[in-house]
């Protein structure tokens, strides 16, 4: 496997990779990308040189969607412990999680005007629910 660089021609990474080892991948407009992982853990990179500006932890397992809000101050992820979180970009915070599911999450997307989120589930439920004040 070979990766290019974004800003740059040289490779940014050649050889193999770990299958499974990223789960989804989101891009926002301000020049953030955005990687989950199989260990429940999230990175966040600077697109213009895809340094990692910010790692975050806080599900117990894969980490199966991510969606940032529309001002991208805010993304919300989804997993496979059952949980929806919304997380600041600019803290690496988790700012409000929702248990409401009986099985894995597998989607999770805003509303466009932010307020709401949405998320699917393999209990067969979709669930939507009013971001808190301050939140989203």
């Given amino acids: 496997m070979r990766c290019q660089r974004m800003a740059a021609s040289s490779p940014a990474y050649e050889g193999p990779i770990r299958l499974h080892s990223m789960e989804c ?20 990179y600077d ?10 932890s806080g599900h117990s397992s894969w980490v199966l969607s ?8 805010s993304f919300t992820s989804s997993s496979s412990d059952k949980s929806v979180k919304i997380w600041n970009v600019a803290e690496r915070q988790c700012l409000h999680t929702f248990n ?3 099985d894995q999450v597998w989607g999770v997307k805003y509303s466009p005007d932010s307020s709401k989120v949405i ?6 439920s979709v669930n939507l629910y009013d971001c808190p004040p301050n939140v989203s």
């Fill in 47 to 56: 697109v213009a040189n895809s340094d990692v500006v910010g790692t975050l």
């Fill in 119 to 124: 998320s699917v589930s393999e209990d067969r």
């Fill in 66 to 73: 991510v969606s940032f809000s529309g001002d991208g101050r």
């Fill in 25 to 44: 991948v989101r891009i926002h407009r301000n020049r953030v990308y955005h990687t989950t992982q199989d260990d429940g853990h999230m990175k966040l």
């Fill in 100 to 102: 409401d599911h009986q």
